[in-house]
């Protein structure tokens, strides 16, 4: 059977059974279907190719841009002062914890940008799932925001100091990316002001009905025109997805079924394609060595741990149980401790077997972590 043909019927059978094989295992989909990948490719059932790589390169971009949706820049601006000088503290104490975690355990220094990343792609899950009134949670995702902007960050330096080294080349970056951090602030405050004059603006853009979905093409629009300027200043693009993504959501949420659209498509193909992708850059073999699973063992008690220490800067978790709730949806940053471990190890500054516990352990995480918060949020301690 010719090889591409293999491919798109091996990842048609996944889509098509990864949600009903999450139903039955009560676990997301999203560690399913890498672990689909995994077996395809163990089978021989697909190959790397340049299309499917590619594909799999822009479901990530869109998985990035739909974190952006997740992000309402008013909300932020909205917390209260004092919870958000906590949260960054709570950023900084997971990035100064992790750094004695390398020199206690010998870690390279790449963990020191991996151990504190945050992700609140899958905070919307557990919201569906526990209600909107859960305190613990709405905090959580608050101060998850600050975390994934800081973390995306880092990513966004890491990639530049891998592709560029140490030298000139990478402050030019870390100026471009400055730059662009500024000119987002700018486009972002003229937006405000703009809409605040003219809000018919809105509308036009974005009808409350419209047969020719010019709300998605809009939004698609901006996600292509930003992944443009990213490419062009040579920064890590997944940050300008992201940026998107929070344009989109701070200055449109009078569409309410915006995000809905743009997550059905993301979610039901181009998403699931990264994570199967993934999946095929995963050898099964290489968990029957006991160094791997002591590694990624390690990296998951260690991000669990950082998290729940640092949690006691909050007073809005009154209760051991509410801090360690509270850690464990932020130990799930299974997206970007993908991505930074795949622009490592394609950068060889990671070994394969390094690789391999990364995956391994963001896809246990979520397990693990999805697990533990169903069971203690019955506790009341």
């Not at 091996?10 to 672990?35: C, K, W």
């Not at 300008?240 to 193909?269: C, N, Q, R, Y």
């Amino acid at each position: 059977m010719d090889t591409n043909v293999s491919i798109i019927i091996t990842i048609s059978l996944i889509l098509i059974s990864s949600p009903f094989l999450s139903r039955i295992l009560r676990i997301p989909t999203t560690p399913i279907e890498i672990a689909l990948g995994s077996i395809a490719i163990l089978l021989g059932f697909v190959s790397h190719n340049e299309i499917f790589h590619l594909m799999a390169e822009v479901g990530f971009f869109y998985l990035m841009f739909l974190a952006g949706l997740e992000v309402d820049l008013r909300d932020l601006l909205r917390t209260p002062k004092n919870d958000v000088i906590k949260g960054l503290l709570y950023t900084f104490s997971l990035f100064a914890l992790s750094y004695v975690a390398i020199l206690i355990f010998d870690l390279s220094i790449l963990y020191i940008a991996i151990l504190p990343l945050i992700s609140i792609g899958l905070l919307p899950a557990l919201i569906k799932e526990f209600g909107k009134d859960v305190s613990w949670l709405n905090f959580s995702l608050s101060m998850g925001i600050i975390g994934e902007i800081f973390s995306i960050a880092a990513l966004t330096i890491t990639s530049a100091s891998f592709e560029f080294g140490v030298g000139f080349e990478l402050y030019r970056a870390i100026g471009y990316f400055t730059i662009f951090l500024l000119a987002v602030m700018f486009v972002f405050h003229f937006s405000k002001i703009l809409f605040w004059w003219f809000p018919i603006l809105q509308e036009k853009l974005m009808p409350q009905f419209d047969k020719n979905d010019k709300d998605v093409r809009f939004s698609m629009a901006i996600f292509f025109l930003i992944i443009a300027v990213m490419l062009i200043l040579h920064l890590e693009v997944a940050f300008g997805a992201f940026v998107a993504g929070m344009f989109i959501t701070t200055f449109f949420d009078h569409k309410a079924s915006l995000p809905h659209k743009l997550e059905s498509f993301g979610f039901g193909f181009l998403v699931p394609i990264f994570f199967i992708y993934v999946g095929t850059t995963f050898d099964l073999r290489y968990l029957l060595y006991p160094e791997l699973l002591m590694k990624a063992s390690l990296i998951i008690f260690l991000m669990i741990f950082i998290r729940f220490v640092s949690s006691f800067i909050f007073d809005n978790l009154p209760t051991i149980n509410k801090k360690f709730l509270f850690a464990l949806s932020h130990s799930m940053p299974l997206t970007l401790i993908v991505a930074i471990s795949t622009i490592a190890y394609k950068a060889e500054h990671i070994q394969k077997l390094d690789y391999y516990a990364l995956i391994l352990a963001s896809i246990a995480e979520v397990i693990i972590c999805m697990i533990l918060i169903k069971g203690l949020y019955k506790i009341k301690i």
